[in-house]
């Protein structure tokens, strides 16, 4: 599918969709509980049905209604030879191999060849310090083997999905363990989340030190509320505002320990100067503030080398997207600097690089100039309503 755009002015109010961060950790939660539980401000993007599919599959009872979701927990993990289907949600694929290594039997977790490509190496390397089966191909990877209640030490740059992972894990066991994260730790926020959403369920989790998590029996207890808005999604529509437009987002806690809620104070910057911004906490703001640093007065982005292992190398297809505005990224060592840039468009169709966060942040970049995006589909990932909320809010944007 092929987005056009001509130059416009957006204005409104809008709502930010629910957070798919949260969502994935407390719909875990819930079939862990082993309680019915009512989730309601569900976004039903593509991540989010990759999750569900798997809980399923697993053994728990799904019902939908609306926005709304029930899990009834009664039969979770006690599917006989459970085949997940993760789609392309790196977050389903690693938040759920732990709990995979618990059943005791053969499980198979599939998905898209490039999530497959992303990296495994933690959950490769404990499967194999163990003798626990871990076969990889380039679709699909098949574990087996008996989780136990440990000390596991995980390196903290890299992703904190493997630390969510061992925590649901760990919770699952219901014994005393806890995880050691070797220094630097990014990325942190994330992992804050998953405290949270696991205390919810009366999950005794809880940080004894900087770097150590530690997870103690306890009983857990079903919990039922609402999904709060997103901080990463809502970066794409206040970024607007950046460029001429008056939108007001709203949906938003702002005692969220969302990471990315970060995007307000970065914007500022970004509109004030031409500031040094790190992003090892906030991956997925990436794009967006690429494309606003290069529209306004330039930056340099420090923490960018995870950006390689996103659904694209997202450093490297915002150059050759803005490369084809006349513009460009100038990489370094875990850096990427973003001149201030005269874009223009001069006919070439860009690429969304099958990337959602691609897609959403030249979306932003052509409402200002004008031009044509092919792959727009991918918003599907975690925004689904992506070009509609746009076009409630006076863009000028047709959909082929």
């Known amino acids: ?7 416009c002015h957006l204005k409104g109010n809008i709502d930010a969709p629910p957070s798919k961060s949260m969502a994935h950790r407390y719909l875990i939660g819930a079939a862990l509980s082993g309680e019915d539980c009512t989730l309601s ?51 389903t694929l690693r938040f759920l191999i732990p709990l995979a290594l618990c059943i005791g039997r053969e499980v198979v977790l599939k998905g898209s060849t490039r999530l497959l490509e992303r ?13 626990f089966l871990f076969q990889k191909n380039e679709n699909s990877v098949t ?20 630390i969510t992972g061992l925590l649901f894990a760990l919770v699952y066991r219901n014994e005393d363990a806890e995880i050691k994260i070797i220094p630097p730790f990014e990325s942190r926020s994330y992992v804050n989340l998953t405290v949270l959403a696991l205390q919810s369920f009366g999950a005794d989790v ?12 306890s009983k857990l207890h079903g919990f039922s509320g ?11 529509l206040d970024s607007f505002n950046l460029l001429g437009s008056d939108v007001i987002v709203n949906n938003l806690r702002e005692d969220s320990l969302q990471g990315d809620r970060v995007y307000k104070e970065y914007f500022h910057k970004l509109e004030k100067g031409t500031p040094t911004l790190d992003i090892s ?44 505005l006349g513009g460009g990224l100038v990489f370094g060592d875990n850096m990427i600097i973003v001149p201030k840039q005269e874009l223009t468009y ?55």
Do not use: W
């Not at 990296?119 to 003798?131: A, D, I, Q, R, T």
């Not at 574990?143 to 493997?162: L, P």
């Not at 809880?206 to 029996?217: C, L, M, R």
């Open 346 to 400: 001069d006919g070439t169709v860009l690429s969304g690089h099958n990337d959602h966060r691609i897609v959403m942040a030249l979306s932003v970049i052509l409402s200002k100039i004008g031009g044509e995006l092919e792959g727009i589909e991918a918003v599907r990932k975690s925004y689904p309503n992506f070009f509609n909320d746009m076009k409630s809010l006076g863009a000028e944007v047709h959909i082929t």
């Open 281 to 324: 906490d906030c991956p997925d703001l990436g794009p967006i503030l690429f494309a606003l640093a290069a529209l306004k007065n330039g930056a340099t982005f420090t923490g960018t080398d995870r950006l390689k292992a996103k659904e694209s190398d997202r450093g490297m297809a915002m150059h050759e997207e803005l490369s084809k």
């Open 226 to 236: 609402r999904i709060e808005g997103d901080y990463s999604n809502a970066a794409f």
């Open 119 to 131: 990296p495994l190496s933690v959950y490769e390397e404990l499967c194999k310090e163990n003798g």
């Open 143 to 162: 574990v087996c083997g008996n989780f136990k209640s440990r000390t596991y030490q995980v390196k903290g740059d890299i992703s904190s999905q493997f």
């Open 41 to 91: 401000g569900v976004d039903f993007n593509e991540d989010i049905l990759a999750t569900l599919d798997c809980l399923q599959a697993l053994g728990a009872e799904v019902i939908v209604d609306g926005d709304t979701v029930t899990i009834h927990p009664k039969n979770f993990m006690k599917a006989h030879s459970p085949v997940l289907e993760c789609r392309e949600s790196g977050s």
């Open 206 to 217: 809880t940080f004894t030190d900087e770097y150590t998590i530690a997870v103690k029996p």
């Open 1 to 7: 599918m092929n987005a056009k755009f001509k130059s």
